[in-house]
């Protein structure tokens, strides 16, 4: 395996890790599932605070919607490989901003 291409799964799995605990850990604290709807309250500071965790938790929350509506409203297969590929594409991206913040704080050599 290429350095590039294992420095990619790298910061796709960093990526969904980032965004398992951020969700897990809203749940833990409001006792409730992060989602979407966080930013449907209007122009509230709650809301503008709600994007910044909802860019890194998106992967998480894309997947679990979509295995919850595979199995509940019986989705077509292509609709699941598609979010999937989404849910991915965002988790390599936030993945990779989150290494390359590390690096730059110094955290990472």
């Not at 291409?5 to 969700?23: D, R, V």
């Not at 850990?25 to 503008?48: C, I, N, S």
Request: net charge positive; proline share 5%; with cysteine.
């Amino acid at each position: 395996m290429s350095p590039d291409a294992l420095n990619s799964l790298f910061s796709l799995c960093i990526g969904f890790a980032l965004a398992g605990a951020l969700t897990s850990g809203y749940q833990a604290l409001v006792h409730r599932p992060a989602g979407f709807g966080l930013l449907q309250e209007g122009a509230a500071p709650k809301t503008f605070a709600a994007v910044p965790f909802l860019v890194f938790a998106a992967p998480f929350i894309i997947m679990r919607n979509t295995l919850r509506g595979a199995k509940v409203e019986r989705r077509r297969v292509e609709f699941v490989m598609l979010a999937t590929v989404l849910a991915g594409f965002w988790s390599m991206m936030s993945g990779t901003f989150f290494l390359m913040t590390l690096r730059a704080a110094g955290l990472l050599a």
